[in-house]
């Protein structure tokens, strides 16, 4: 509105009507989740804004929070601004003991909440608590709006908030969120992407206004009945249709005179002389220099201030007294109230205004600022380390910047206390030992986070100097792990740890876990006669009394390598680490032992024991296990298990969601992308799918990661011999399938033993087939490798129908069938159940076609269209109907796409627009767009006609 003479604001929403009904049709049909997505002053606040003023909107609870560009240590920033003033709300309100483990985030609710309940060991638990008490105190709350705003700005744990909070909604609440799409973390999407189909979801994506819109909006500013077509174009070309930017040019016109009544309407004066750039920077500079001293003092503190604050505290910033200076710029518009606190109504407008102050006067300001916001409660730590630094005082800045990430690991926000204590070792001049002790931070901060910044330098430049051994050490162990994660170069890796070991003696929990890092069948040219002694030496250095955390940490690590190379104790230590938990981890580095063993039991065929591993480590933490980082490659690991043990339902969109939050986690991303590739392709993208697994294989083969290679090598082998191209994927698998022998992989390998047996075969090299079985045979006796029975009974199967030989053909793949089921292993025992059927056929026995049925009947449930497409074509030719069929577009990934893309194109050739599959996704229509171009380009589709056709379907079927 309008309220004082001098502002320039709409006294209405215009042209974003069809929004807000969107927008409250979502909210009142709680639970809800709704997006409104745009630029930088497009409108998110205003249209928020508009809705608490509706009618439907009356009686529920409106909670309001929002993200700040200067971050804080402690997390979850605007969750607990939207519930920090809700006391008499809650009071009386029937609330849990977890809410208890509320009062340290949320002061102001102490009165009205359970007493705090007893401390966790684990960090990772406590989040936890904490998000379900967040959850229970918004259901407390009855109907109500959350409302979190600049999500584009959010804190880690915001975002896992977030898709906790998704996953457990209380009834009566709608959650409203807004950021700016091109800023927002992968994360933040990911966590709206894939909701319950119990919510109402909504995605708003905002749009420039085009010059009707323009038009209107600037009647409605000026208002009057409408302005001219010549000025409404130019000022809709002057601001790229963004509201702000309109809404300041108007102001800069009028207080430059420019701005006249012409014919009943609004038209300019030498408008042509104006030179405006598009956007706000400009016309919010002009209207600043325009105002009183004082005002502009004003103005110029708000700026660098950032946040909203008491008006005392602005006026002391600022340096001036009384109330005329502030009601001048609260006048401007460009300042806006917010109950008893000031704060600019817009982000950009701020920016203009501080990039206008001269050097000088801003260091005076940011200095006036670190004094001020020390005296607010709670004190932004972050705040005062960002005005310290910009006031040019960089030892309290060093101070106050360790004191903000001190106080986020304590509250377990690792990704924003990387941040700071990063800034710091860019930016500061500090001794070695002071750069060694806070790289030491860092690197530790960072190990935890989800995206791992890039560090690498940091950790070289602190080992540059003379440092005490133990810092030393560390640090050479913080640089192994941190080459690890990135994986550049196994040799490397294996140097780094090697480096860090001798300076480790006094840290013996970090040398055995450099022992172990040795000992990792990383690299071909080390046997794993020579890692062994490493990994003994590690049993030995472990402590044995102490903290349990480090040492079932590294004992996890020494299981997991005992699982890839089939050495029995892996077992033992599994017990060890179980009985020393209680079957559950409780803490960080626990959920870490528990992640190793599983995701290597995975690998080496130990299904069962796997998922139960991974499960229990998942559930320690229900989102929040450990770390995101944890959680991730938990998800990663389960998401292997239930392709290898044929649990498909849903998988390929259980794969789109975790690959979105894959960035910057190149393991993780690696491995949710081939058993994607692996999922059975569609029978007309062969090309695509061969090219993708090629690709992966040359992938892991640089990264070392051959252990994660068995599927992807079967599969590309299996599509290969397929097409008659055999001899071309042996060349492309070859050092692959040699580096499981060199590094003792045996346990591993097997996996793809029968696949290569059979391109062997088909390639005409009958004799290398036979030599590779009968030495899997031999290396793999005596070792623990469940693969080991079903996968050469299959290999065999393969030499004896190669032979001719069918009967022991037949009874070999029942053999591995059978084995194959109780790993479970469904899909691989469909594939020996189907050869099964082919030597049946060819002994003319009456069970073949039951036993092909049974093959069939599984592909039709995992949704293996390329499989049950050969299988049904196999009963044709024996004369057999086979009914079982999969429906149009169910096989996902149209074999070339990203998982992303094929979604879209499955729902374009279902006959939706681009804006409907948006608002499903959660995804702004540009985005589509792109998807569905990058689609139809693979597929050589020219329509969505055409494009339904080669998905399997009839567009709007």
Excluded at 608 to 635: N, P, W
Excluded at 656 to 674: G, S, T, V
Excluded at 908 to 932: C, W, Y
Aim: with cysteine.
């Amino acid at each position: 509105m309008i309220a004082r003479a001098g502002r320039i604001v709409s006294p209405m929403l215009v042209a974003r009507e069809a929004e807000l009904v969107r927008l409250a049709e979502a909210v009142t049909a709680a639970p809800s989740v709704v997006v409104v997505e745009g630029e930088a002053g497009i409108g998110k606040t205003r249209l928020v804004a508009e809705l608490a003023l509706l009618p439907q909107a009356a009686g529920r609870r409106w909670l309001r929070g929002g993200c700040g560009q200067v971050r804080e240590p402690f997390p979850l920033g605007p969750v607990v601004e939207a519930l920090r003033g809700q006391a008499a709300a809650l009071d009386g309100a029937a609330l849990s003991p977890v809410t208890g483990a509320l009062g340290a985030l949320l002061p102001e609710l102490q009165a009205v909440l359970p007493p705090a309940p007893p401390p966790l060991e684990d960090r990772a638990a406590e989040r936890h608590r904490v998000l379900r008490g967040l959850v229970e105190v918004l259901s407390a709350l009855g109907p109500a709006v959350l409302v979190l705003e600049d999500l584009h700005w959010a804190d880690q744990q915001t975002v896992e908030f977030l898709a906790y909070l998704v996953r457990a909604m209380p009834a009566g609440l709608s959650v409203v969120l807004t950021y700016r799409g091109e800023q927002a973390d992968p994360a933040l999407r990911a966590a709206t992407a894939r909701l319950a189909d119990t919510l109402t979801c909504e995605h708003i994506a905002l749009r420039p206004l085009d010059v009707a819109g323009t038009r209107a909006l600037a009647a409605a500013i000026l208002q009057t009945e409408e302005v001219s077509p010549e000025f409404a174009e130019h000022l809709c070309a002057r601001s790229s249709g963004l509201p702000l930017a309109i809404q300041e040019l108007l102001a800069m016109l009028r207080m430059q005179g420019k701005l006249i009544r012409w014919k009943g309407g609004w038209a300019r004066r030498a408008l042509d002389e104006l030179d405006v750039p598009e956007g706000v920077r400009a016309p919010v500079q002009e209207r600043v220099a325009r105002m009183s001293p004082a005002a502009r003092s004003v103005m110029e503190a708000a700026a660098v201030l950032r946040l909203a604050v008491p008006a005392a505290t602005l006026a002391g910033v600022a340096g001036v007294s009384g109330a005329e200076a502030l009601d001048e710029a609260l006048d401007s518009g460009l300042l806006i109230e917010q109950g008893t606190l000031v704060a600019f109504r817009h982000v950009l407008a701020a920016e203009a205004v501080y990039e206008g102050v001269p050097l000088g006067r801003r260091q005076a300001l940011h200095a006036a600022a670190a004094t001020a916001t020390r005296g607010l409660r709670p004190v932004p730590l972050g705040q005062v380390a960002h005005h310290l630094r910009h006031a040019g005082r960089p030892e309290e800045w060093v101070a106050a910047a360790v004191a903000a990430a001190e106080h986020a690991t304590g509250l377990g926000n690792d990704a924003e206390a990387a941040r700071l204590l990063e800034e710091v070792l860019r930016h500061a001049g500090l001794d070695p030992v002071r750069r060694a002790e806070l790289t030491i931070r860092l690197g530790w901060a960072a190990t935890y986070t989800l995206r791992i910044p890039a560090i690498g330098e940091l950790l070289d430049e602190a080992l540059g100097h003379e440092l005490p051994r133990r810092l030393r050490g560390e640090l050479r162990m913080l640089r192994a792990l941190y080459l690890d994660t990135i994986r550049v170069d196994d040799l490397r890796v294996r140097q780094a740890f090697a480096d860090a070991v001798p300076d480790l003696a006094e840290l013996p929990e970090l040398a055995a876990w450099a022992m172990v890092g040795l000992g990792v069948p990383t690299t071909t040219d080390v046997p794993f006669a020579e890692r062994l002694p490493w990994l003994e030496r590690a049993l030995e250095t472990v402590p044995a009394d102490g903290e349990p955390g480090p040492r079932v940490f590294v004992l996890g690590k020494i299981a997991m390598i005992f699982v890839s190379s089939g050495d029995p104790r892996w077992w033992a230590l599994t017990e060890r680490i179980l009985a020393e938990t209680g079957g559950r981890p409780s803490s960080r580095q626990e959920v870490g032992a528990y992640r190793s063993i599983g995701g290597a039991a995975v690998d080496a065929g130990h299904h069962q024991v796997a998922a139960r591993l991974l499960e229990a480590a998942l559930d320690a933490g229900r989102g929040a296990s450990g770390s995101a980082r944890d959680d991730l490659t938990l998800r990663a690991s389960l998401a292997m298990a239930r392709y290898y043990g044929g649990a498909w339902a849903g998988l390929r969109e259980e794969l789109a969601a975790l690959r979105e939050q894959c960035d910057n986690r190149p393991y993780e991303r690696l491995h949710i992308d081939l058993i994607a590739a692996c999922l059975a392709p569609a029978p007309s993208r062969l090309d695509a799918a061969r090219e993708m697994l090629a690709g992966l294989i040359r992938d892991l083969r640089v990264r070392g990661d051959l252990d994660m290679a068995a599927a992807p090598v079967t599969t590309l082998l299996r599509l290969a011999r397929a097409r008659d191209e055999a001899g071309a994927a042996l060349a492309e698998t070859a050092d692959v399938v040699a580096g499981w022998e060199a590094r003792d992989l045996w346990p591993i390998g097997v996996r793809a033993v029968a696949a290569v047996t059979e391109a062997l075969l088909s390639a005409g090299r009958t004799q290398e087939a036979a030599d590779l079985v009968g030495r899997y045979e031999v290396r793999t006796r005596g070792l623990d490798a469940p693969l080991a029975v079903p996968a050469l009974a299959l290999a065999h199967g393969h030499l004896d129908a190669h032979a001719g030989r069918w009967a022991p053909a037949a009874r070999r793949y029942g053999e591995a069938a059978d084995a194959y089921a109780r790993l479970p292993a469904g899909y691989d025992a469909a594939q020996a159940v189907e050869h099964q059927a082919s030597c049946l056929f060819e002994l003319g026995d009456p069970e073949a076609g039951a036993t092909l049925t049974r093959a069939i009947d599984t592909y039709t449930r995992l949704g293996a269209r390329w499989d049950l497409d050969r299988a049904t074509q196999l009963a044709r030719r024996r004369g057999l109907r086979a009914t079982s069929r999969i429906r149009a577009g169910e096989d996902g990934e149209a074999a070339g796409l990203s998982a992303r893309q094929a979604q879209v194109a499955r729902l374009a050739a279902d006959g939706l627009t681009n804006q409907e599959i948006a608002r499903q996704m959660f995804l702004s229509p540009k985005t589509v767009d792109k998807h569905l171009g990058a689609a139809m380009r693979k597929l050589g589709a020219r329509s969505r006609t055409e494009l339904g056709r080669h998905l399997g379907g009839t567009p709007g079927a």
